[in-house]
Structures are given as structure tokens and as C-alpha cells.
T-cell receptor, first 113, second 113 residues
Framework: SQQGEEDPQALSIQEGENATMNCSYKTSINNLQWYRQNSGRGLVHLIL?????REKHSGRLRVTLDTSKKSSSLLITASRAADTASYFCATASSTGGSYIPTFGRGTSLIVHP | KAGVTQTPRYLIKTRGQQVTLSCSPI?????VSWYQQTPGQGLQFLFE???????NKGNFPGRFSGRQFSNSRSEMNVSTLELGDSALYLC????????????FGPGTRLTVL
């Protein structure tokens, strides 16, 4: 099963509104990352938050991490049509000395102009 | 710097055939990871190579293999193709490991008929 699970699966908003998506994970992590993917293309790294950090900002992006609840949220403020994409959270977990990066199934965001 | 490149971008094969995909990482990056993305399973980690050695491996059958060359370029091979291998195969490079920010290529869309 997926380590990270995003919620909601799909989100439709108007330009200018804020978009919030959440990610829950199961095991302890080293860090959590958010990526964006435009339809059928490669992923673009947005932001990385370490397990000892609680909040991080990058431009219109704000990420929070609650390790006690094993959850993270990504907030995109003042959304634009160009923000239309799928957003994935990725976690780093170690199993028996091996590191397996895992991605959630993503939140599909549509921003209407 | 040039981004991660993957060749070919599209590929059509028939069941039972084998295929080799290529990935050129960002100059200076020594870690190359491969992922399979399908609508049903999402984005799944195949393996990671670092300095020509496989460092981590996901839960895929032995039909999926890879290698990395001294210039950090990597290839992924899938033998005895099955219909279920149809997917977008993504390559990502990182300066150290996939714990950190990964830079993704545009992917190779493989269709198995």
C-alpha cells in the first residue's frame, strides 16, 4: 500500500482562491516532499520539509508537517490557472537498511480562470 | 544545466518482447532512480543507482533490471513484457540520494500490445 495518501483526490477551485491538500503517511520519516506533475509529464519538486520542521514557505506555497499525526498539508495561496496539475507527497522511509521513497496517489487540482 | 533527459519518449512493444529505456541525469548528479507510474498503482519506485551500484530496490519482479554507467547515465530493461507493464517510466536524478530533492525527466511512455 502507499506510504503517503493525499486528500482530497480531486479539487476544483476558482482562480484567486486558496487550495489546500493533505497527505497522511504511516511510518516515521526523514523528510517529506511535495511534487507537482502536469498532465503526463515529469514531476517538479516544490518543497522539502524535514521531520524536525513544522512549517515551511516558498513563494505562494506553505507546507506544514505534524509528525505526531503523521500528516502534512500543502497550501497554495491565490491560485492561478497555471497551478492546474496533480500534486504528490513523497516520503522517505528506511526498511532493513534500504531506503524506499514512496509517493501518494496525488491530488488533482483544477483552477478555473 | 541541462535537465534530465529520457529516451525514447514513446515506445510501443508487443507482449514477450524486451525493452531498454535510457536516462541521462543532470551533470554532476550521481544518483539515478527509476519509477513506474500507472493510473491503478500510482507512482512506484523501481530502483536507485549510485556510482554504478544499485543502492535501493523496490518491489518489482526480476524482469525489471537496470544499470548505471561511469558517466552516471542509466538504463532500465524490462524483459518478457506483459500488458500490465504499460506505463509512464520516470527517471529522476539527485546529487546524493533520493532522500533529497529529485529532478525528474519527462518520462518514457511504454505501451505493450
Amino acid at each position: 500500500s502507499q506510504q503517503g495518501e493525499e486528500d482530497p483526490q480531486a479539487l476544483s477551485i476558482q482562480e484567486g482562491e486558496n487550495a489546500t491538500m493533505n497527505c497522511s503517511y504511516k511510518t516515521s520519516i526523514n523528510n517529506l516532499q511535495w511534487y507537482r506533475q502536469n498532465s503526463g509529464r515529469g514531476l517538479v519538486h516544490l518543497i522539502l520539509i524535514r521531520s524536525n520542521e513544522r512549517e515551511k514557505h516558498s513563494g505562494r506555497l506553505r507546507v506544514t508537517l505534524d509528525t505526531s499525526k503523521k500528516s502534512s498539508s500543502l497550501l497554495i495561496t491565490a491560485s492561478r490557472a497555471a497551478d492546474t496539475a496533480s500534486y504528490f507527497c513523497a516520503t522517505a522511509s528506511s526498511t532493513g537498511g534500504s531506503y524506499i521513497p514512496t509517493f501518494g496517489r496525488g491530488t488533482s487540482l483544477i483552477v478555473h480562470p | 544545466k541541462a535537465g534530465v533527459t529520457q529516451t525514447p519518449r514513446y515506445l510501443i512493444k508487443t507482449r514477450g518482447q524486451q525493452v531498454t529505456l535510457s536516462c541521462s541525469p543532470i551533470s554532476g548528479h550521481r544518483s539515478v532512480s527509476w519509477y513506474q507510474q500507472t493510473p491503478g498503482q500510482g507512482l512506484q519506485f523501481l530502483f536507485e543507482y549510485f556510482s554504478e551500484t544499485q543502492r535501493n530496490k523496490g518491489n518489482f519482479p526480476g524482469r525489471f533490471s537496470g544499470r548505471q554507467f561511469s558517466n552516471s547515465r542509466s538504463e532500465m530493461n524490462v524483459s518478457t513484457l506483459e500488458l500490465g507493464d504499460s506505463a509512464l517510466y520516470l527517471c529522476a536524478s539527485s546529487s546524493q540520494n533520493s532522500y533529497n530533492e529529485q529532478f525528474f525527466g519527462p518520462g518514457t511512455r511504454l505501451t505493450v500490445l
